[in-house]
């Protein structure tokens, strides 16, 4: 248990676990240096077994998912002395699935150290989920009484300002048509 530890940190395996298609996927390179073969080598391997490797276990990038990925993690471009064809992506189970492929006992060890990275990650992610959930669950709940908050300082406001001023009563003498003679009454609405 200690050796596949101590043959490669947990770390290092993780940072080479990617996200593509929905997936979490360690490229055929990344695998290969693992293993201590070559890309090529790990590839042949995978591919006179292709039954063993259905899509969901095993499946090649496309261009795009390919140049994404270089500006992620730089792999080089084939104009540059790089990579000449698209990587391959082993999911969790195709990476479990390549002890059966590769059978020195250093692939055993690997594929011990790499199963458990995975299993590490998803409990980190789990834990993530559940983080977030927690964190939108308060959002919730402080927005609710952020409302009441709001209301309640509006009330605050609302007896603290001043009582409006009475209107003035204006200053001077007014005729009220009411007291006015019946002629001046039709003059003045004429």
């Known amino acids: 248990m200690k050796k596949s530890s101590a043959l490669i940190p947990v770390e290092r395996i993780q940072r080479a676990i990617f996200l593509v298609r929905g997936e979490k996927v360690m490229l055929d390179a990344d695998l290969a240096a693992l293993y201590g073969v070559t890309t090529g080598n790990l590839n042949k391997a995978a591919k006179r077994n292709l039954d063993r490797f259905p899509p969901d276990f095993m499946f090649q990038l496309t261009s795009d998912e390919a140049e994404n990925l270089r500006f992620q993690i730089g792999i080089s471009s084939s104009d540059f002395g790089g990579r000449r064809y698209l990587p391959y992506a082993f999911t969790e189970q195709g990476v479990a699935m390549l002890s059966s492929v590769l059978r020195s ?86």
């Open 105 to 190: 006992k250093r692939a055993v060890l690997v594929n011990i150290a790499v199963v458990r990275a995975f299993v590490q990650l998803r409990q980190v992610l789990s834990s993530h989920t559940e983080l977030a959930r927690k964190l939108a669950d308060l959002e919730q709940r402080i927005e609710g009484h952020d409302t009441a908050i709001r209301s309640l300082f509006d009330a605050i406001r609302q007896l603290m300002a001043p009582p409006p001023e009475p209107p003035r009563p204006e200053i001077g003498f007014h005729i009220k048509e009411d007291a006015l003679p019946y002629r001046t009454k039709r003059k003045a609405r004429s």
